[in-house]
């Protein structure tokens, strides 16, 4: 990531450089491309899941998606092999949450992923329909306190890791406040929203959100405004709702190049979200060392 921390705004974010994007630790570790972006989805699924659980506002699961997809970037970043996806995915959560309005106690988002890591989790049921159809066992994702202690040591040692590994910069500036400011400032989110202008803004947080989940780490690549401004460009051609003829984007100093190249990683995501569940519809994408280890041997 770009060092300069001081020289972020409010509305910026440190973003990869060439070198990070062209590899990373887990390729550099044995783990093919496919697969790690397999991971990163799965990952970024896990928190959002256990944010849900934990009854966290979206914005805390947003920042802890970004701050979880910063570690694994680059060859100097953590590796899918040496730093389990479960245990980062945990760390972040937990870490985002404590430096928030609504800290999590250790325990919290420990029960969390041990229900979600368990055998009855929908995230460990891949064949289409048999989610919630097996019994949910407490025992199989009950903490036991010699367990939970443990289990507390590796939380707190991956937050040390992710730390260092992202240089201790934690901010994160999120797209979406910035998105409805421009809605209002291009007069198409009035004081009193209409149908039209309700489903536009829904649409547009809905990109924002799915963009956090994109194999192209949208929001390591680009800066919170432009972001704001593909997914209102590309909802309200969805909604049909008519904006500004001239190029309104270039107000928001983004321009037709990147607003074009945002426009299509934003379309495609759905897509490709739809096609990596199919991927694993026999077994699940792995979310332990073990699993992982296993899935990498049966590639050959």
Same mark, same amino acid.
């Given at each position: 990531?770009?060092?300069?921390?001081?020289?972020?705004?409010?509305?910026?974010?440190?973003?990869?450089?060439?070198?990070?994007?062209?590899?990373?630790? =887990?390729?550099?570790?044995?783990?093919?491309?496919?697969?790690? +972006?397999?991971?990163?989805?799965?990952?970024?699924? *896990?928190?959002? $899941?256990?944010?849900?659980?934990?009854?966290?506002?979206?914005?805390?699961?947003?920042? $802890?998606?970004?701050?979880?997809?910063?570690?694994?970037?680059?060859?100097?970043?953590?590796?899918?092999?040496?730093?389990?996806?479960?245990?980062? +995915?945990?760390?972040?959560?937990?870490?985002?949450?404590?430096?928030?309005?609504?800290?999590?106690?250790?325990?919290?988002?420990?029960?969390?992923?041990?229900?979600?890591?368990?055998?009855? =989790?929908?995230?460990?049921?891949?064949?289409?329909?048999?989610?919630?159809?097996?019994?949910?066992?407490?025992?199989?994702?009950?903490? +036991?306190?010699?367990?939970?202690?443990?289990?507390?040591?590796?939380?707190?040692?991956?937050?040390?890791?992710? *730390?260092?590994?992202?240089?201790?910069?934690?901010?994160?500036?999120?797209?979406?406040?910035?998105?409805?400011?421009?809605?209002?400032?291009?007069?198409?989110?009035?004081? =009193?929203?209409?149908?039209?202008?309700?489903?536009?803004?829904?649409?547009?947080?809905?990109? *924002?959100?799915?963009?956090?989940?994109?194999?192209?780490?949208?929001?390591?690549?680009?800066?919170?405004? $432009?972001?704001?401004?593909?997914?209102?460009?590309?909802?309200?051609?969805?909604?049909?709702?008519? *904006?500004?003829?001239?190029?309104?984007?270039?107000?928001?100093?983004?321009?037709?190049?990147?607003?074009?190249?945002?426009?299509?990683?934003?379309?495609?995501?759905?897509?490709?979200?739809?096609?990596?569940?199919?991927?694993?519809?026999?077994?699940?994408?792995?979310?332990?060392?073990?699993?992982?280890?296993?899935?990498?041997?049966?590639?050959?």
């Amino acid at each position: 990531m770009e060092p300069e921390a001081e020289q972020f705004s409010s509305l910026s974010n440190p973003l990869a450089t060439v070198d990070q994007l062209s590899t990373s630790s =887990s390729q550099l570790d044995g783990v093919p491309a496919d697969l790690e +972006s397999s991971l990163r989805f799965a990952g970024a699924q *896990l928190t959002q $899941a256990a944010g849900i659980l934990l009854r966290l506002p979206q914005e805390i699961i947003a920042q $802890a998606i970004v701050i979880f997809h910063r570690f694994y970037l680059g060859s100097e970043g953590g590796s899918f092999r040496i730093n389990a996806l479960k245990d980062v +995915s945990a760390a972040s959560l937990y870490m985002t949450a404590k430096i928030s309005f609504l800290p999590q106690s250790t325990r919290s988002v420990l029960n969390v992923y041990a229900y979600l890591l368990s055998p009855t =989790s929908p995230l460990r049921q891949p064949l289409e329909g048999t989610a919630g159809k097996e019994k949910p066992d407490a025992e199989s994702y009950c903490l +036991s306190e010699g367990s939970y202690q443990a289990a507390r040591a590796t939380l707190l040692q991956t937050e040390s890791i992710i *730390l260092r590994a992202i240089s201790f910069i934690t901010q994160v500036t999120l797209p979406h406040h910035v998105a409805l400011t421009y809605l209002q400032t291009l007069g198409v989110l009035p004081p =009193s929203p209409t149908e039209k202008s309700s489903a536009l803004a829904a649409r547009t947080l809905a990109h *924002l959100n799915t963009a956090l989940f994109s194999p192209q780490l949208l929001y390591l690549t680009h800066q919170p405004p $432009a972001l704001a401004v593909a997914a209102i460009y590309l909802a309200a051609r969805e909604v049909e709702v008519k *904006l500004p003829s001239t190029e309104w984007w270039e107000v928001f100093d983004v321009d037709r190049e990147t607003l074009g190249f945002l426009v299509v990683g934003l379309g495609s995501c759905e897509g490709w979200i739809q096609s990596e569940k199919e991927k694993w519809t026999e077994t699940s994408c792995p979310l332990t060392l073990d699993e992982l280890e296993e899935d990498v041997k049966r590639r050959g």
